[in-house]
């Protein structure tokens, strides 16, 4: 992302920052904004190759960015690698919880497995970071939460039934968190991609069909790219957006 097609956020500047699922599509959109901004980065994924190689091109460039491989899912390693980036950077003033996974699947086919596993990557590690992480805000007096939903279940998209259900608790999540956290000055949104164009969608999902359905849908012509998820992202972690909180914050190109 080149930085003169960001706004520049000064309150971000030297801002400890954690960001789930941050080495490739959305995330690594996160990473390089967040870094653009001088904010200390710090990311979490399970692709470490791609996770390694971003930090490392951001580091060469004088940003202040630390990675860790981490499956989020495992709540207790996720825990330790959130204490030791802020053991680097200091307490997190602002948490982007980005990281999910749309596999299609066939409700006739779902587990309790299946769909236990489909709820600690897409909402579980969500609660949790927040739960690390608002004691370090709270003694700050203040800070960001932004929780990443999806129009998928307001759109009533079928083919992945148990990640619509956790996306969906993701704003009953938001709002509940706004409550109890506001009183210490900490905001808490959730921030709804619509379909955004990453190269994991163009994979495996955008074909004619879909694009025509795109055209139809949105409001806007063009595509929603990750870059335009970052620029709201900054936004709800900087400064100049100190009294929302509770809210969607929607870029899906005018959808729903």
């Known amino acids: 992302m080149e930085e003169s ?3 520049q956020y000064p309150s971000l500047a030297g ?3 954690l960001i789930s699922g941050g080495a490739t599509g959305i995330g690594e959109a996160l990473v390089r904004a967040f870094a653009g901004q001088g904010a200390k980065v710090g990311f979490f994924d399970i692709a470490e190759k791609e996770g390694g190689a971003l930090a490392a091109e951001l580091g060469d460039a004088g940003a202040t960015v630390a990675f860790r491989r981490c499956d989020i899912a495992d709540i207790d390693a ?3 690698a ?3 980036i802020e053991a680097l950077h200091g307490p997190t003033l602002a948490l982007v919880n980005n990281a999910a996974n749309d596999t ?3 409700w006739r086919e779902v587990t309790p497995d299946y769909f236990d596993t489909r709820i600690a990557v897409n909402m579980r590690h969500a609660f949790f970071a927040i739960q690390a992480v608002a004691p370090g805000m709270i003694s700050a007096g203040g800070g960001s939460i932004v929780n990443f939903g999806s129009i998928g279940w307001m759109t009533s998209t079928g083919g992945y039934p148990v ?3 956790s996306k969906a608790s993701i704003h009953g999540m938001t709002r509940s968190f706004a409550r109890d956290l506001g009183k210490h000055g900490i905001r808490v949104n959730t921030l709804v991609p619509g379909w955004v164009m990453t190269q994991r969608q163009l994979a495996l ?4 069909a879909a694009n025509a359905e795109i055209d139809r849908a949105q409001c806007l012509s063009g595509r929603v790219m990750p870059d335009d998820i970052a620029r709201m992202a900054l936004f709800l972690a900087a400064d100049d957006s100190r009294m929302c909180t509770a809210q969607n ?3 899906d190109g005018g959808w729903i």
Request: glycine share 4%; hydrophobic share 50%.
């Open 5 to 7: 097609m960001l706004g």
């Open 15 to 17: 801002k400890p920052v």
């Open 78 to 80: 996720y825990r330790a």
């Open 82 to 84: 959130i204490a030791e």
């Open 104 to 106: 299609r699947h066939d």
């Open 163 to 165: 990640y619509a259900t």
């Open 205 to 208: 999902w955008i074909d004619d």
């Open 249 to 251: 914050f929607v870029v």
